[in-house]
């Protein structure tokens, strides 16, 4: 893994940023996290290359406000894992009418002073009018669907992105997951869960609909399984050459006219990825630590190594932790948490620099 040079702590973030358009509610203040460097054997960067170097690892997340706590973690945790983190480039989807798009690259660049990141500003009213009600309101966030956006938003010469939500932890070099193998077949790369009751994902009316059902999945490259959409390699140039955002958007205009599906933005991936999936470790998606999407109950991780925790469901490690009731792998995620609050205004003190102990995970997750 790459060394970290101990931080300059007396350089807590401890400002708030208000909004650039003058709103008056904060965002949250983070402490500065460790720099890390890269180790031996990374590939040199190529002097003017930039965001168009070929030997970048491009990171793809939504950015906003409210899950800013969870993206703060989530980057602190790829750099500290990473066996070249300079080679990070992070891509930030963000909404274009959000108020706090300034304060939101000045946060990332005070607590991630080397940072190698762009913000790219996303419309919501590209997709509004194509948003159905979801069995939880925060499933309707048009932020959510800001990833069928990737290949229209990166630059072209950006061959591939991995796609994260705001709410993993990584636990392993994010490296191992950028090499996995495409096949001229696919444009998604994810774990899949043959096992989950993938007729759920669907109401009866589709199954009954002699025009869809099983017939939209005849003819695949296997049988159609659930995958999680929060963690994915894409391959941006397919993605583009099939038009992919419009066969997705295609099934959120059925959607609008009959309903097919109850929840959020996955149904209308799955329609149009599922059978056609290459499937990846299930180690690089440990998700539904959130707990379902109603009660956010515990979860424990499944059995297997973990290269990857996604708190995917309603509970959120950082609310969990707030409201004084966490579960047991909240405290994981603890660990990673940047956060500084206002009690800690003249006491704040950096999170654990040590790479996570054994008691604070089960033993398979250091299985790799």
């Given at each position: 893994?790459?060394?970290?040079?101990?931080?300059?702590?007396?350089?807590?973030?401890?400002?708030?940023?208000?909004?650039?358009?003058?709103?008056?509610?904060?965002?949250p203040r983070f402490?500065?996290?460790?720099?890390?460097?890269?180790?031996?054997?990374?590939?040199?960067?190529?002097?003017?290359?930039?965001v168009c170097d070929?030997?970048?690892?491009?990171?793809?997340?939504?950015?906003?406000?409210?899950?800013?706590?969870?993206?703060?973690?989530?980057?602190?945790?790829?750099?500290?894992?990473?066996?070249?983190?300079?080679?990070?480039?992070?891509?930030?989807?963000?909404?274009?009418?959000?108020p706090s798009t300034?304060?939101?690259?000045?946060?990332?660049?005070?607590?991630?002073?080397?940072?190698?990141?762009?913000?790219?500003?996303?419309?919501?009213?590209?997709?509004?009018?194509?948003?159905?009600?979801?069995?939880?309101?925060?499933?309707?966030?048009?932020?959510?669907?800001?990833?069928?956006?990737?290949?229209?938003?990166?630059?072209?010469?950006?061959?591939?992105?991995?796609?994260?939500?705001?709410?993993?932890?990584?636990?392993?070099?994010?490296?191992?997951?950028?090499?996995?193998?495409?096949?001229?077949?696919?444009?998604?790369?994810?774990?899949?869960?043959?096992?989950?009751?993938?007729?759920?994902?669907?109401?009866?009316?589709?199954?009954?609909?002699?025009?869809?059902?099983?017939?939209?999945?005849?003819?695949?490259?296997?049988?159609?399984?659930?995958?999680?959409?929060?963690?994915?390699?894409?391959?941006?140039?397919?993605?583009?050459?099939?038009?992919?955002?419009?066969?997705?958007?295609?099934?959120?205009?059925?959607?609008?006219?009959?309903?097919?599906?109850?929840?959020?933005?996955?149904?209308?991936?799955?329609?149009?990825?599922?059978?056609?999936?290459?499937?990846?470790?299930?180690?690089?998606?440990?998700?539904?630590?959130?707990?379902?999407?109603?009660?956010?109950?515990?979860?424990?991780?499944?059995?297997?190594?973990?290269?990857?925790?996604?708190?995917?469901?309603?509970?959120?490690?950082?609310?969990?932790?707030?409201?004084?009731?966490?579960?047991?792998?909240?405290?994981?995620?603890?660990?990673?948490?940047?956060?500084?609050?206002?009690?800690?205004?003249?006491?704040?003190?950096?999170?654990?620099?040590?790479?996570?102990?054994?008691?604070?995970?089960?033993?398979?997750?250091?299985?790799?």
């Amino acid at each position: 893994m790459g060394g970290a040079t101990p931080p300059m702590w007396a350089g807590l973030v401890l400002l708030a940023f208000l909004a650039a358009s003058g709103a008056s509610a904060p965002l949250p203040r983070f402490a500065e996290a460790p720099e890390y460097r890269n180790g031996d054997g990374c590939p040199a960067a190529v002097a003017g290359a930039g965001v168009c170097d070929p030997g970048l690892v491009h990171i793809a997340m939504t950015l906003d406000a409210h899950y800013l706590r969870g993206s703060m973690a989530a980057i602190y945790s790829l750099l500290k894992h990473a066996s070249c983190p300079e080679s990070l480039f992070f891509h930030f989807l963000a909404a274009a009418d959000a108020p706090s798009t300034a304060s939101l690259r000045t946060a990332l660049a005070a607590s991630f002073p080397s940072l190698r990141f762009e913000i790219y500003p996303f419309r919501p009213d590209t997709v509004t009018n194509l948003i159905s009600a979801s069995v939880r309101a925060a499933l309707e966030a048009p932020l959510n669907y800001a990833r069928n956006h990737l290949a229209d938003l990166l630059p072209k010469c950006v061959p591939r992105a991995i796609y994260l939500d705001s709410d993993v932890l990584a636990v392993d070099d994010v490296r191992r997951l950028w090499e996995t193998r495409l096949p001229a077949a696919a444009v998604v790369a994810a774990p899949e869960y043959c096992h989950a009751n993938f007729s759920r994902y669907f109401t009866d009316a589709f199954w009954a609909d002699p025009g869809l059902g099983a017939r939209v999945f005849a003819g695949r490259r296997r049988a159609p399984c659930y995958f999680n959409t929060g963690v994915m390699v894409i391959d941006l140039r397919r993605w583009r050459s099939g038009n992919y955002r419009h066969r997705i958007e295609q099934w959120m205009e059925l959607q609008k006219e009959r309903r097919i599906y109850e929840l959020g933005s996955l149904p209308p991936f799955l329609l149009v990825f599922a059978g056609e999936v290459e499937a990846v470790d299930h180690r690089w998606n440990q998700h539904g630590l959130g707990g379902d999407n109603v009660l956010g109950s515990c979860r424990p991780l499944h059995k297997g190594p973990v290269s990857l925790m996604h708190w995917s469901g309603k509970g959120k490690p950082w609310d969990r932790l707030d409201a004084g009731r966490p579960c047991p792998l909240d405290h994981t995620w603890k660990s990673y948490d940047l956060y500084v609050s206002e009690g800690d205004a003249s006491s704040a003190s950096a999170p654990s620099l040590t790479s996570l102990s054994s008691s604070a995970l089960p033993a398979a997750v250091f299985s790799w």
